[in-house]
């Protein structure tokens, strides 16, 4: 019924994680696009935290992208 899936290298599990490409709107686990060769990104977002360590520098780059 279930399977159990086998790492082949144990120290790379931790590269495991799904990526999207943003041209092609594809998941993958790869770094690279598989269909466009474009860089894939994270498509979560980040935990959430009252003590919102970095958002000032969030804002200042929204500012910034805004203006341009």
Do not use: Q, W
């Amino acid at each position: 019924m279930f399977r159990i899936m086998r790492v082949k290298d144990p120290l790379r599990d931790h590269d495991m994680k799904m990526k999207i490409c943003p041209e092609c709107i594809k998941y993958t686990l790869k770094d690279l696009c598989p269909l466009c060769n474009a860089r894939t990104v994270n498509p979560h977002p980040p935990k959430f935290s009252l003590e919102d360590k970095y958002g000032k520098y969030r804002r200042l780059i929204k500012k910034e992208r805004e203006l341009l």
